[in-house]
């Protein structure tokens, strides 16, 4: 939704996922609404990967909280940032309709959560050796 709602053909969205990491994805508008060009990943904002292509629009909380390391890694790539991008239901709606339409969509309870982050906690040991 987010980066339907940019407006750019290529679109990078980066949000802070807290925890010194970022959720990071690439999207290009295609006939069929959009394409993960680099789908959904966590890491940490130094690590991003690199799109291909340096006409890319940029938003999302992860610019605001980390705009140095992000723009500095990705400053070949991006041609703009897009401020106070958030994700909006309208947008969630304009990418379903053609779905609809072509009767490609799925019921609301079919619907499963996608977890991009499956691990939010460290065990002891992993916590001790964080801290050495």
């Known amino acids: 939704a987010m980066a339907w709602q940019a407006g750019g053909?290529?679109?990078?969205?980066c949000l802070d996922a807290r925890m010194h990491e970022v959720y990071y994805a690439?999207?290009?508008?295609?006939?069929?609404?959009?394409?993960a060009v680099l789908?959904?990943?966590v890491c940490k904002p130094a690590e991003v990967?690199?799109?291909d292509g340096d006409r890319w629009l940029a938003g999302g909380s992860g610019f605001a909280a980390y705009p140095e390391v992000l723009t500095?890694?990705?400053?070949a790539r991006i041609q703009g940032i897009v401020p106070d991008l958030w994700p909006h239901a309208?947008?969630?709606a304009?990418?379903?309709?053609?779905?609809f339409a072509a009767g490609t969509a799925r019921a609301a309870d079919l619907a499963e959560p996608f977890y991009v982050r499956d691990k939010v906690a460290l065990t002891t040991r992993e916590r001790r050796e964080a801290g050495r």
């Open 9 to 13: 053909d290529h679109v990078i969205v």
């Open 26 to 35: 690439a999207y290009c508008r295609a006939q069929a609404g959009l394409e």
């Open 39 to 41: 789908g959904p990943c």
């Open 49 to 51: 990967p690199m799109p």
């Open 72 to 75: 500095g890694r990705l400053r």
């Open 90 to 92: 309208r947008a969630i």
């Open 94 to 99: 304009e990418l379903a309709l053609p779905r």
